[in-house]
Structure formats: C-alpha cells, structure tokens
C-alpha cells in the first residue's frame, strides 16, 4: 500500500492520481504560495510551474502574472496535464496557460523564455539532479529566478512512504548542482515549524 501511494506520489496516474492531485494542492498550498511570493514576479512575465501535479500552482501564477502575463506548466504525468486542461480550459483557449507533458531534465521550454519558476517536492523523483539542474538554468531568463523546494530531508527521512522510491538529498548536495549548473543560491526560505519546515531554496544565475 506504501509503494503503491508513493508511486503515485511520483507520478499521479489515472482516478488514484486524480485524487492524489487533490490532496497535494491541499498540502501543499502554503508552501506554494510563499515559493511565488520569493519569486517577485512583476505583472506581464513569463512563469512557470515545473512538475504542478494537482495545479494549485498553476492558479496561483496566473492570478500574480495577470491578464498580459503567461504561465507555462510542465508536468510528467499526462493525467494532471489532462486534469489542468480541464480545469484551467478558458486559460488555455486564450494562450495565458500552456500545457506540457515533459521532464524536469528535458523541458520543453525555449531558452531564456521563463522569468520565475517554481517546482515543490519533485526532485525526489529526479535520478540525474545535474541535468535538471542545467534545464532550469537554460530556461531562465539571465535575470530569472527559481525556486526549488524540498520537504526537510531528515523529516521525511522519518515518513513511512519516502523508502518507496524517494532519492532525499541533503540541502548541500542540492545547492552543488545548482552551482555546477551556472545558478547561485540567493535565499533558503522555510515554510513550516521548527526544524521540520520545508526549505524553498531560492536560485538565480551566477553574477
């Protein structure tokens, strides 16, 4: 029953994923919008959510770009994407919100096209940290921000589903390959109590 909860969790697929979507938008709803509020988007730019899985996200971007601005979402599981076509369809018709199947390390995003991104709790998912890494720098306009947040890795450490297929990293490891990539850490925000608080770790490109 873990793995199988866990894996969803990874990728959210069919009525379980459906459901799945749901509760992460409830869980996850907080720390989102703290993650949007350290990214000072202005009105008019270019945002995107990076793994949006239930769409809180998503919601919350369009309604911090206004009507001149445009969210990309890019998510792995086509059951969210068709889950935020549905939901976000008059969004969509009007070119505000566009929709990608795709891959954290294979976006399918032009270069320097994103202003402010964020992705929550998927890189647990994520085997080769360097290549996400290098696309979301890649993506970033060179004044561009991401921000990058993470349950506390010895928090989850504790949770019964994290042995089924999550790769916890510790803050360090996950700065490094952001460094290696061409991003610098700027802020390591935390949303939450004490020291289980998840970070948002806030990266922008290397001066």
Request: no cysteine; aromatic share 4%; charged share 20%.
């Amino acid at each position: 029953m873990l793995a199988g909860f866990a894996s969803q969790l990874g990728l959210p697929t069919g009525l379980r994923g459906r459901a799945v979507g749901a509760m992460l938008n409830r869980s996850n709803r907080g720390t989102i919008a703290i993650a949007i509020r350290e990214l000072e988007i202005p009105s008019g730019a270019v945002a995107a959510d990076l793994g949006f899985g239930g769409g809180v996200g998503l919601e919350m971007l369009l309604e911090r770009v206004g009507h001149q601005g445009q969210v990309h979402g890019v998510d792995l599981s086509p059951t969210m994407v068709s889950r935020a076509s549905r939901r976000f369809g008059r969004d969509v018709a009007s070119s505000r919100l566009h929709l990608h199947t795709g891959s954290i390390t294979q976006l399918p995003l032009d270069d320097a096209s994103i202003q402010a991104a964020i992705t929550i709790n998927t890189i647990y998912f994520i085997a080769d940290l360097n290549r996400a890494f290098s696309e979301l720098a890649r993506i970033l306009t060179p004044s561009g921000r991401v921000v990058v947040g993470i349950g506390d890795p010895e928090a989850m450490a504790r949770m019964p589903t994290t042995p089924y297929g999550f790769k916890l990293r510790p803050v360090a490891e996950i700065t490094a390959a952001a460094e290696s990539a061409g991003l610098a850490l700027r802020d390591d925000k935390r949303s939450g109590q004490g020291d289980a608080a998840a970070h948002l770790l806030v990266f922008e490109h290397a001066s």
